[in-house]
């Protein structure tokens, strides 16, 4: 079952979607989308999920409806994860001007909430303000610039055993000091690049219990 699913999503994937564009279809194309879309309207939704497996066989280009309508198709069989990721390629398609954008986003997280138990957000950054790039005190060193040194673990000296004794030096990297530059910040306190709370993305998914 698991491999069908993921034949089925990978279908979906590589099929030529009309995006937004005035095209002619194919006659089994509407055969197949007008078929499918009947049997949801009678409840029969394992076979609509029939005629949309053929639909995306198609080397035809199809409406970008119809990964709406199988995205509803699998919410009403219980099949979450395809419903969601149905949904996720209409609003891919055409974006937040879609007619059916907000019954997306909302069948969207219905389907996290019967999947999970909760719903994820998009919420911006509070860090780098949905920037992706942020200038902040350094975490490794926590901005003061400098770290105890690796190679002597910061006591200044090199241990060497041997068979006459323990032989001691000073440390060459930190010049027995036992401190060296952060080798983050590399002294100037701050990190400079990819969001470290987002991880470069600009957002963050919060959890939010179901309505």
Not at 4 to 14: R, T
Not at 31 to 48: C, L, P
């Amino acid at each position: 079952m698991k491999h069908l699913v993921l034949v089925i999503l990978f279908s979906i994937s590589c099929s030529v979607f009309a995006h937004n564009h005035q095209v002619q279809y194919d006659s089994l194309v509407e055969v197949y989308y007008t078929s499918a879309k009947k049997f949801m309207e009678t409840k029969q939704y394992d076979s609509a999920h029939a005629r949309f497996k053929e639909l995306f066989k198609l080397k035809s280009i199809i409406p970008d409806e119809a990964a709406y309508y199988y995205g509803l198709n699998q919410f009403y069989r219980a099949k979450y994860k395809p419903a969601q990721q149905g949904f996720e390629k209409y609003i891919r398609l055409r974006g937040d001007k879609g007619a059916l954008f907000d019954s997306s986003v909302y069948y969207i997280a219905r389907s996290q909430c019967y999947e999970k138990g909760y719903v994820e957000e998009k919420q911006e950054c509070t860090l780098c303000h949905g920037t992706s790039h942020s200038k902040i005190k350094c975490l490794k060193c926590k901005g003061v610039g400098k770290e105890y040194c690796s190679i002597c673990s910061g006591s200044g000296v090199i241990i060497s055993r041997g068979n006459m004794g323990d032989s001691y030096q000073k440390c060459y990297k930190c010049e027995g000091t036992g401190i060296t530059l952060c080798s983050v910040c590399n002294g100037t306190t701050f990190q400079d690049g990819d969001c470290p709370q987002c991880k470069g993305k600009g957002f963050v998914l919060v959890r939010k219990e179901c309505k």
